[in-house]
Structures are given as C-alpha cells and as structure tokens.
Nanobody
Framework: VQLQASGGGLVQAGGSLRLSCAAS??????????MGWFRQAPGKERAFVAS????????YYTDSVKGRFTISRDSAKNTVYLQMNSLKPEDTAVYYC?????????????????WGQGTQVTVSS
C-alpha cells in the first residue's frame, strides 16, 4: 500500500488548508481500510489528529482540532482529505497520512499499518 500526501504549505493564523492522501497498491481495496491523519511537531512525538474508519463513531478527532478540522474520504478516488480551518500556530507540524487494514479504531501510532510521507504545514502568527 502506498500513501501519497499533499496539500501542505505556509498559511497565516486563521487561514485554511486541505490535505489530500491518495492510496494505491496491488489488491488494495480502499473501503477495507481505516484512514487517518497524524502530525509531528518539532521535538514532539507523532500524535493522532483525525480518523475515518468503519467502526463507530466512524470519524474521530483529537480534542484540539474538533470544530476546526474535518476528515472525509472519497472512495471513487481512493483519497482521504483533511480540511483544516481556523488554523493556529500550534497546528504547525509535519502531517502524515495513515492506513489501518483491519476494523477498529485508528487513534494511536501502534494501530497504523501503513504510513505516507509527511507534508509540512506551517501556520504563522
């Protein structure tokens, strides 16, 4: 499974960005995978941001992004998105797309089966 993330960049506080992650691979069936986003700020561990899985509550967010970020998936394009609004300087990090091939939650790095390359998001104050 290959995950190709894009959409990062530099934005002012209060602005918006949309990250995309296109998934592909031999015998890869997008609908069978839980998808999510994690981020890693300088000097910090990689941390959960949002996930969209087939297990209730189906979409899940870390508290600090609730109401500002929205995760969605397009099965026709094998792509998962992260719409980020009202960005804050503390959202600055490298954002990683993640996939989980089995049912269950996707909120820890240990649950991830595949990682995409990171995309840098920088929010200036």
């Amino acid at each position: 499974v290959q995950l190709q993330a894009s959409g990062g960049g530099l934005v002012q506080a209060g602005g918006s960005l949309r990250l995309s992650c296109a998934a592909s691979g031999r015998a890869f069936t997008f609908s069978n995978y839980g998808m999510g986003w994690f981020r890693q700020a300088p000097g910090k561990e990689r941390a959960f941001v949002a996930s969209a899985t087939w297990t209730a509550p189906y979409t899940y967010y870390t508290d600090s992004v609730k109401g500002r970020f929205t995760i969605s998936r397009d099965s026709a394009k094998n792509t998962v998105y992260l719409q980020m609004n009202s960005l804050k300087p503390e959202d600055t990090a490298v954002y990683y797309c993640a996939a989980k091939r089995t049912a269950g939650s996707l909120i820890t790095t240990q649950a991830v089966d595949y990682w995409g390359q990171g995309t840098q998001v920088t929010v200036s104050s």
